[in-house]
């Protein structure tokens, strides 16, 4: 039914985001976190152009939905980590940037439409 064909894409795309997340742990042992970084943000903005490019297809739409959560699933974590290993991030600190972070998250979608 294409009317559920929205909920069923973003039950891939938070299937993969949680899959993604998972396996992060686990590769984050054996490469860098500044590499992990700059290999999600790289996947993540080639799967938006290429969903840009095909976006038509409907079949790219999907697997563009997946992979999408998989390249986006380690970026905060792993910024964090990363900022953690960098500044000294104090429980304070760490609250003012996990407040900020939902704050963007909720004037991004506002401010687009």
């Not at 407040?99 to 909720?106: D, F, L, P, S, W």
Request: net charge neutral; aromatic share 10%; with cysteine.
């Amino acid at each position: 039914n294409a009317e559920y064909m929205g909920d069923y894409i973003t039950l891939v795309f938070w299937i993969c985001l949680v899959i993604g997340r998972l396996s992060g742990v686990f590769i984050s042992v054996h490469i860098s976190l500044p590499t992990l970084i700059r290999t999600s943000f790289a996947l993540s903005i080639a799967t938006i152009v290429v969903l840009i490019i095909l976006r038509d297809i409907t079949v790219a739409l999907w697997i563009g939905a997946g992979v999408y959560g998989l390249g986006i699933a380690t970026i905060y974590p792993s910024g964090l980590a990363w900022l953690n290993q960098n500044v000294d991030v104090g429980g304070k600190m760490l609250s003012y940037i996990v407040t900020m972070v939902c704050i963007g998250e909720g004037l991004i979608p506002m401010t687009l439409g």
